[in-house]
């Protein structure tokens, strides 16, 4: 098998640098950082040769970073979503682009309800009173789950799982997806309905789409206009399948009861702002951020940095599949292909 002359992996934590390196056979020269791609400063010699990328999210690999890489090949990014890469620029200049699908079905899904009964039972307003020593259960009334209907959009690894789990706490499902499979509704015990109909007659709605064009701001004034007074909404997928402007107003005004939102509109906004000095940010991505911070202080609120795949197993599992598509796509059989010279042998 023929060995990669350079391979560029950022965005990686020491201990998976060293876990990479120990089950990696086919990378002659290794490259890692911490940073994400666009803090590397690499220069024409050291980008001359890398054929291999491998990002995880906060990266963003536009049409300039390719640039950056001229004799690249491959991107293994290293997270199931792709939206931080420019898919068609990849097409254009010939580069496979591979994911690491449905590393954290479950991962993901318990992570959903994690954010789910903090906010039902007020389990974030709970610790904050009584690591200051207030313990008792003023303010801190909550609602069961039990009866209460769920809304799944999408129904992939991510959605099927939080199905799952919802059906154990004796919650009815309804789901919508682009591609329905009937069988496992049936099988399972959800119903499949358009969107406005899960948006109408769900109490809780879990968002496990990906996003595109179609999916942007899936979740705006127009929808939230067709929800029960008081609906929560749950988002593990990426911030921008809501409009995070028409969300505040929604929440501010009482029309949405809760958010539990693990990804931000704009989040690497907020992630670089010790930076903000010095870069600059369109005006849009500087009103999300303001409204972002007004999302942080409010109480129906609850927000995590983006770790819902952030678990031993998941993380494992993300770079043991890093390694074979890697393999893979050196052996002339690539796996896991989302764009690019091997589109072809994506499952539909
Ligand atoms: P998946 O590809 O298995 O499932 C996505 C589902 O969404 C598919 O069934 C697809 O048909 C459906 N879909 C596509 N367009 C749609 C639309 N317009 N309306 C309704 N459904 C639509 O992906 P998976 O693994 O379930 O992940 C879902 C999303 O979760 C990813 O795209 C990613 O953005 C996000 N994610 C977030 C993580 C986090 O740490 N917060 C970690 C992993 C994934």
Not at 127 to 137: A, D, L, M, P
Request: hydrophobic share 40%.
């Amino acid at each position: 098998m023929a060995k990669v002359q350079k391979c560029l992996f950022v965005e990686l934590e020491p201990w998976e640098s060293e876990r990479i390196q120990a089950r990696q056979k086919d990378c002659e020269t290794l490259l890692t950082y911490e940073d994400p791609l666009q803090e590397i400063d690499l220069t024409g010699e050291e980008a001359a040769g890398i054929i291999l990328l491998s990002p995880f999210i906060h990266s963003r690999v536009d049409r300039a970073a390719l640039e950056q890489l001229p004799d690249l090949k491959v991107i293994s990014t290293r997270s199931t979503g792709y939206d931080h890469i420019d898919i068609e620029a990849c097409r254009e200049r010939s580069v496979t682009v591979c994911n690491v699908p449905g590393y954290g079905a479950n991962t993901v899904a318990e992570h959903t309800f994690a954010l789910l009964l903090a906010l039902t039972r007020r389990v974030h307003k709970a610790y904050t009173q009584t690591v200051r020593g207030k313990f008792t259960i003023e303010g801190l009334r909550g609602i069961d789950l039990r009866n209460r209907t769920l809304g799944v959009v999408g129904t992939g690894a991510i959605g099927t799982h939080v199905i799952r789990i919802a059906l154990g706490f004796q919650m009815p499902v309804l789901a919508y997806d682009v591609y329905p499979v009937q069988q496992m509704a049936d099988a399972l015990g959800f119903r499949y309905v358009d969107l406005d109909t899960l948006f109408r007659e769900a109490d809780i709605i879990s968002l496990h789409a990906p996003h595109n064009d179609a999916t942007h701001h899936m979740v705006d004034a127009e929808a939230i206009a067709k929800m029960k007074t008081g609906a929560i909404i749950i988002n593990t997928a990426r911030g921008g399948l809501i409009s995070t402007e028409d969300l505040v107003e929604a929440l501010r005004s009482g029309r949405l009861g809760g958010a539990g939102l693990d990804v931000l509109e704009d989040e690497q906004v907020i992630m670089e702002e010790g930076e903000m000095l010095s870069r600059r940010y369109d005006e849009r991505a500087l009103q999300t951020l303001v409204q972002n911070t007004i999302l942080l202080r409010m109480e129906n609120v609850i927000i995590t940095p983006h770790i819902a795949f952030n678990s031993e197993e998941a993380l494992d599992k993300i770079l043991q599949t890093t390694v074979d598509n890697i393999g893979a796509f050196l052996a002339g059989r690539p796996q896991n292909v989302v764009a690019g010279p091997g589109e072809e042998t994506r499952k539909a």
